[in-house]
């Protein structure tokens, strides 16, 4: 057999034609199933069960071994703990970014080494670059890099991985579009080669956020104003919006007059206050800087100040110039070419070099 590699199966079909791919390629691969979440895991809205039966069908056609793995207490540890603690500080916190470092390639990584594994696989739309820096030592660097397909590009969600872990990780389908793996899996005859993607936040499911999110932290109703402090209605607690949200405020029409659609613009946490404006491109809901804490770079050192750059600062949203106005202990800061729309305090933003991600931090 060839050099042990554990793959991430999820049951869907990307990690599934990852695991294929190498096993093409002579590796002895085997398959672990993670299972993140236990609260309420029986109900509609966030069973692991199919998924389950869809990842060891996948591995039934494939011929490899399946495990599965329980990392919930580390989950709840880790990053649901992280996930409630930035919303009640009001901010909206990104789980997967989190889920990644500490999960899926810090405990998932770790469970593989005691497996006898050399390396792991997962299904991301992402790749990685070796570069020999010394031969002799052999010492190498390793970059990040986005995913072929710019529809599916997952380095945003990977910016935190170090070069520890980017050494010991192999991305099998980040050189294809995703066109290109569902036609694999089809002709593999693999039952998931259909499946429709997986979306959201695994704990959460399709469940409506607020009713989740209500499980766990309380309300806490206050006003919702103008800018100029017109009153204009009640919210439920700041913990349930967003910046940039504009479906379910809960604003009545009236209020409105001809103004246009409500959007959140701010959270006032002193004076329990939402504060929100009219019009998607409000001034208010327009930035050119942004500063950054608890940041990670991928080779181990942040850019230099004054260097150019791209970045976003959410996840579907198109690169935009920017500089490194500032670096220091653990955080940076960045000033856009053009205003970004609705920054986020605790999402992350994720610098970029052409088509290396250069790693990033969590919007202050």
Not at 230 to 257: C, E, S
Not at 289 to 306: H, I, Q, T, Y
Request: proline share 4%.
């Amino acid at each position: 057999m060839g050099e042990r590699i554990v793959v991430g199966l999820s049951g869907g079909v990307d990690s599934s034609v990852a695991a294929l791919l190498l096993k093409r390629q002579g590796y002895d691969v085997v398959g672990l199933f993670m299972k993140n979440w236990e609260d309420d895991d029986d109900d509609e809205y966030c069973s692991t069960r199919q998924d389950l039966i869809d990842a060891a069908s996948a591995a039934d056609v494939i011929g490899i071994e399946l495990e599965a793995v329980n990392f919930a207490a580390e989950y709840k540890d880790r990053v649901f703990a992280s996930f409630l603690s930035e919303y009640a500080a009001g901010r909206t916190p990104n789980p997967d970014v989190l889920c990644n470092a500490e999960i899926k390639f810090k405990a998932f990584l770790d469970h593989a080494m005691d497996l006898g594994a050399t390396r792991i696989a997962t299904g991301h739309y992402a790749q990685v670059r070796e570069t020999v820096v010394d031969r002799a030592e052999g010492v190498s660097k390793f970059e990040l890099l986005r995913g072929a397909d710019p529809a599916k590009d997952q380095s945003y969600f990977l910016h935190r991985l170090n070069q520890a872990q980017l050494s010991r990780v192999l991305f099998p389908v980040g050189h294809l579009k995703k066109t290109e793996v569902r036609r694999i899996a089809e002709e593999a005859c693999l039952p998931n080669h259909a499946k429709k993607d997986s979306t959201g936040i695994c704990f959460i499911g399709e469940r409506p956020f607020r009713e989740f999110l209500n499980r766990y932290l309380p309300r806490e109703p206050g006003p919702i104003k103008t800018p100029d402090g017109r009153l204009v209605g009640q919210h439920i607690g700041l913990a349930f919006y967003t910046i940039g949200q504009r479906k379910g405020i809960g604003i009545g029409g009236r209020q409105g007059g001809d103004g246009g659609a409500w959007y959140v613009a701010a959270k006032d946490l002193g004076e329990n206050t939402l504060v929100v404006v009219q019009g998607h491109d409000d001034p208010l809901l327009l930035r050119r800087r942004l500063s950054a804490m608890d940041a990670s770079w991928v080779s181990g050192e942040p850019p230099e100040e004054g260097s150019v750059h791209t970045a976003k600062s959410r996840y579907r949203q198109a690169d935009s110039t920017c500089q490194v106005t500032r670096v220091e202990d653990g955080g940076f800061s960045l000033e856009f070419s053009e205003p970004h729309w609705a920054v986020t305090p605790g999402q992350s933003v994720v610098v970029y070099d052409g088509p290396v991600c250069l790693g990033g931090g969590i919007i202050a």
